[in-house]
C-alpha cells in the first residue's frame, strides 16, 4: 500500500506591506524561514524581528552576561543580511520562558506598536513532526504569540497598554508559523537562500558551539536540505513552509 501524496502548498498572501516576527531566541528565524523575509524585503515590505530572550543561556561554554550580548549582535547582524533593521529585546529569561499574561502583554504590546498585517513565529507545538521534542521558550511564545493577536486588537484586554499610547490594532490578518509539521503555505526560496546561508551564519559563535561540522557546510546542508523538501509540495521550486492561521 503506498503512502497517501501530501497536499500541495499553497502561495502566501501577498497583499500586505507589514510583519511582525515573534520568536524565542536569537537564530529562531535564521532556522525557520529568512530566506522567505529576504524576499519579502526585497519586494518592499517592512519585517520587524521581536525576540523574547537575548539567547544567554544557550552556549554552555559561555556565561549568560557574556553570551546575551554576543547573541544579540550576532541576530542584529544576522537581521541585517535579510533587510531587517529593526530587532527588539523583551527580555524574557533564557530557557524559563512563561506561557502566561507578562508574556501575551509585551507581544500584544509589539502588535500594537508595530501594527503589521502578518505576524510571522515559530513552532508552537510539543513535537517537531512528532519525532523530537520541542523546547518550553518555543512552545510558550509560538502560543503566546497566537494568543496576543487576539489581545492586540482588544480595548478591554491590557488597557494599560492604551494609557501608554498604544492603541489597539485588530489588523492582523494572518499568523504564519514556520517550523510547522503541518503546512499550508508556502514562499519561493530561490531568490533568499543564499541570504539565509549568510544570515545564519551571522551566528557563528551559536552553531561553532552546537556543532564540530565545519560551519557553512552544516547550514548550507540543513537551510538547501529543508528548502528542497518543502519545494517537492510546491511546485518543486525550493521553499519556505509555514502554517497559516486566518484572521
Known sequence: MTEPTPPQLKPMPDDWRRALAVVAHPDDLEYG?????????DEGREVTYVLATRGEAGIDTLAPAECGPLREREQRASAAVVGVTEVEFLDHRDGVIEYGVPL????????????????????????WGGVAWNTPDHVAVGRATLDAVGDAGNRWIFPELTERGLAPWNGVRWVAVAGSSTPTHAVDATAGLERAVRSLLEHRAYIEAL?????EAYVR??????ARSTGERFGGVPA????LFSR
Open 33 to 41: 524561514c529568512s530566506a522567505a523575509i529576504a524576499q519579502w524585503t
Open 104 to 127: 501575551r502583554r509585551d507581544i500584544a504590546a509589539a502588535v500594537r506598536r508595530h501594527r503589521p498585517e502578518l505576524v510571522i513565529t515559530l513552532n508552537h507545538r510539543d513535537t
Open 221 to 226: 546542508s540543513f537551510l538547501t536540505g529543508n
Open 240 to 243: 519556505v513552509a509555514f502554517e
Open 211 to 215: 556543532t564540530d561540522e565545519e560551519p
